[in-house]
């Protein structure tokens, strides 16, 4: 018998298991890598796990790009994450570009290793912390939706969703020269670290009455962006409401569940928003050709040591594979206390 390691299935909505299986033989270009940590997503993945995901219902065209009946992408079981961090234990005889021992980042499932080509792994160099690296995929999120809303200097921006996210969306906009950011949301722990990374103001959605509070605090205009990172309906509704005339919406979440609160009545047909979807699989295209995703990408590596000490912060649970089902149950139930959880196979 070959090696073995151990893997986490998501076996139906809201249900996993943890399995012991043999480990794939990594072919002449591929890496193994034995992993550290990986970063359990509070947005994506969690639509994967509770199983509101397109996908599990429906497949995806890729020549017209239309979700279609008739067959879904995925299956159960099936395995999921994209946020391991670890160091390779294995070279396949025609691997480049890294070497035994490196400390990389894969867009790679949770578990305790993942066999993937050489060429699809992050080196993270001297990263001196490999539970920072879990927030790479974040960090080119967060730079992507602030690309996307391509905002001129001195504008007024409100965040909507302070989860790691909108975290790192503050602390990008308050380096690009916004002036005034705006945070909304309706946990304390959120709001607080919004303050300390560069929010001018912090709201609760709903009791604060957002949208009239944002005129108030931008001469009765209204933010010239908002950008909705909390992938809830009622915040697109109010995002909507939020933006001054011809203001810019940028949706950076993938939302799940019904919009039944969402209104194109109002404030949507008679101040005319712009709404932008900001997906990471590609970069703005009005930026021009020399923006790419490679480059976007060394940037966000860039910032994983700019805001070091911020990132170590937003971890605040750290479960072994094993309790990973605990994990998934605090983000699932909105605790309060919770923002980054990690699986760590360190332990």
Do not use: C
Not at 59 to 68: C, I, V, Y
Request: hydrophobic fraction near 40%.
């Amino acid at each position: 018998m070959g090696a073995m390691t151990r893997s986490l299935y998501f076996n139906g909505p809201r249900s996993l298991t943890i399995e012991d299986e043999p480990l794939r033989a990594a072919g002449p270009e591929d890496v193994v890598i034995e992993a550290l940590v990986s970063g359990i997503s509070a947005g994506t993945e969690l639509n994967v796990f509770r199983g509101l995901a397109p996908q599990w219902r429906q497949h995806m065209d890729p020549a017209t790009r239309l979700f279609l009946d008739g067959g879904a992408d995925w299956n159960w079981p099936a395995r999921y994450g994209y946020a391991m961090v670890g160091r390779i234990v294995e070279l396949g005889s025609a691997a480049t570009g890294v070497k035994l021992g490196d400390l990389v980042y894969a867009y790679a499932p949770h578990g305790r290793h993942a066999v993937l080509s050489a060429k699809a792994v992050i080196p993270l160099g001297d990263l001196d912390d490999a539970e920072l690296g879990v927030f790479f995929s974040n960090l080119n999120t967060a730079y992507n939706g602030v690309l996307d809303a391509n905002l001129p200097l001195g504008a007024d921006v409100v965040v909507s969703g302070l989860g790691v996210i909108g975290q790192i969306v503050t602390r990008l906009l308050k380096r690009g020269g916004a002036r005034t950011i705006i945070g909304v949301d309706g946990i304390d722990l959120r709001r607080d670290l919004a303050l300390k990374g560069g929010a001018d103001h912090v709201l609760r959605p709903g009791e604060d009455k957002v949208a009239q509070r944002v005129r108030e605090l931008t001469e009765g205009r209204g933010a010239d962006a908002v950008i909705e990172v909390s992938g809830a309906a009622p915040a697109l509704n109010e995002a909507i409401r939020t933006v001054g005339f011809n203001g810019l919406v940028v949706a950076m979440s993938w939302y799940g569940g019904t919009f039944e609160s969402l209104s194109l009545s109002g404030e949507f047909h008679h101040n005319r928003p712009r709404i932008v979807s900001s997906q990471v699989g590609s970069v703005n295209p009005f930026l021009g050709p020399l923006w790419s995703v490679p480059r976007r990408a060394q940037i966000a590596r860039e910032f994983l040591d700019v805001y070091s000490k911020d990132l170590k912060g937003f971890v605040t649970h750290r479960v072994p594979l094993q309790d990973a089902a605990r994990g998934y149950q605090l983000l699932d139930q909105g605790s309060p206390e919770v923002m980054q959880v990690l699986i760590d196979y360190r332990s």
